[in-house]
């Protein structure tokens, strides 16, 4: 079974950055994408960005340019630099992880919280 815990959320003011780990454990097989998404108060789950086992990024049209997503595999870790942050950017952040297309699997979610 696949594990993923993310870390790096919290409290930041306007303009400011954060960086979002997250951490994959188990069985883990290729080729997979991992991803973040994130859920605002009253809002549906979206898309933020993702990146294969090869590196390939895409972006949702909302953060690009603010936000850059990259990975480890050797540790199966992820991470997303958020730079430029906004109140609209306050969401619990999800990782995931889509392996061969077919099974996926979620982190907890980490709280990130901007300030005006």
């Known amino acids: 079974q696949v594990q993923l815990v993310e870390s790096g959320g919290g409290l930041v003011q306007v303009g400011g950055s954060l960086r979002l780990s997250c951490a994959a454990s188990g069985s883990i097989s290729s080729p997979n994408v991992m991803g973040w998404y994130r859920q605002a108060p009253g809002k549906l789950r979206e898309w933020v960005a993702q990146?294969?086992?090869?590196?390939?990024?895409t972006y949702a049209n909302s953060i690009l340019g603010r936000f850059t997503i990259s990975r480890d595999n050797a540790k199966n870790t992820v991470f997303l630099q958020m730079d430029g942050l906004k109140p609209a950017y306050t969401a619990v952040y999800y990782c995931?992880?889509?392996?061969?297309?077919?099974?996926?699997?979620w982190g907890q979610g980490t709280q990130v919280t901007v300030s005006s």
């Open positions: 995931k992880l889509v392996e061969r297309g077919i099974s996926a699997y």
């Open positions: 990146i294969t086992v090869d590196g390939r990024t």
